[in-house]
């Protein structure tokens, strides 16, 4: 059974701190993203890795890195909190030519700053 | 660059009743378009895609979807609802041609009572 984990499912975090979002598949995709899900703004990709530290900016990148050292695993940063970056943060995976196959998600990490 | 409206944010309905999401898309030469639903605390899961060919698309728990390309249309059909179709739906394209990039709706929310 194809598997997406992400690190944590609910994550609390203060303004300032640097934050890790941890992300691993397990069907050897090449694809991976990080999307951000808000309620009336539905998913919005943040960054893409097509291969191993190969990545591509998203829509909205700003306050955001990634590093992707191995295949299976893709890190999401917030390098300095803020509220505004409170959110559910979603995982995905996919093979290349993905657009004509599913991206496999994870469950999804809702982190709050405060 | 694509873009998807999903013209409901909500969708009250009762069990047993059939139901309609609507999703429509700014029209390309090449289209791949699908399906993803969202239970409560979960990720995203697919549903159902349209990549080419027939142009009505079956999917799981019963789902169909209708591909109308002069009406820019995908919309999402279920001829009678259950209590467990509660979730949020979402529409999404690919986002260019030669990507494996996708484009999201807002999502709509399914709520079916009893």
């Known amino acids: 059974d194809v598997k997406v984990t992400q690190s944590s499912r609910y994550l609390v975090k203060r303004t300032g701190e640097k934050v890790f979002l941890e992300c691993v598949q397990d069907?050897?995709?090449?694809?991976m993203f990080w999307y951000r899900q808000d309620p009336g703004l539905g998913l919005r990709l943040i960054y893409f890795?097509?291969?191993?530290?190969?990545?591509e900016k998203g829509d909205i990148p700003e306050g955001y890195s990634v590093s992707r050292e191995k295949k299976e695993r893709f890190s999401l940063i917030l390098e300095s909190a803020s509220t505004n970056q409170t959110s559910m943060y979603l995982c995905?995976?996919?093979?290349?030519?993905?657009?004509?196959?599913?991206?496999?998600f994870g469950p999804g990490t809702r982190l709050t700053v405060t | 660059a694509q873009s998807v409206t999903q013209l409901d944010s909500q969708v009250p309905v009762f069990e047993e009743a059939p139901v309609e999401l609507r999703c429509n898309y700014s029209?390309?030469?090449?289209?791949?378009l699908f399906w993803y639903v969202q239970y409560p605390n979960q990720g995203l899961q697919l549903l159902l895609k349209?990549?080419?060919?027939?142009?009505l698309v079956k999917g799981i728990n019963g789902f169909e979807a209708e591909f109308n390309k002069s009406q820019t249309s995908f919309h999402l059909r279920k001829p009678s609802v259950h209590i467990s179709d509660t979730a949020e739906y979402f529409c999404?394209?690919?986002?260019?041609?030669?990507?494996?990039?996708?484009?999201f709706g807002t999502g709509t929310r399914l709520q079916v009572f009893p």
């Open positions: 995905a995976s996919s093979p290349v030519g993905g657009a004509a196959y599913e991206q496999y």
């Open positions: 069907m050897d995709h090449e694809n």
């Open positions: 890795s097509y291969d191993v530290k190969m990545k």
């Open positions: 029209s390309s030469v090449s289209v791949y």
């Open positions: 349209y990549l080419s060919g027939s142009t």
């Open positions: 999404a394209v690919r986002n260019d041609y030669n990507t494996d990039k996708l484009i």
